[in-house]
């Protein structure tokens, strides 16, 4: 409680809506490319589901 937490791996890129129920934050795909807009985002405290370039998405999610 009161940490702030980021899922990745294959299950999170499988079901990244699902995952934000549980975590704060989900890296689809490779996760080296997007860790540091996820530190810039939790530091503005906007944090979402992150993509790598080229995929498309809902408004909800950040595109890296």
């Known amino acids: 409680r009161g940490m702030t937490t980021v899922a990745g ?3 999170a890129s499988l079901f990244a809506e699902d995952c934000l129920h549980y975590f704060d ?3 689809v795909g490779e996760p ?3 860790v540091p807009r996820v530190v ?5 405290r906007q944090l979402g589901i992150f993509h790598h ?3 498309q998405g809902t408004e ?4 890296v």
Do not use: I, M
Not at 40 to 44: F, K, M, Q, S, Y
Not at 60 to 63: A, M, T
């Open 32 to 34: 080296e490319a997007n």
């Open 40 to 44: 810039a985002d939790l530091e503005r």
């Open 53 to 55: 370039r080229g995929k």
């Open 9 to 11: 791996g294959r299950h």
């Open 60 to 63: 909800n999610e950040v595109f």
């Open 25 to 27: 934050a989900v890296v």
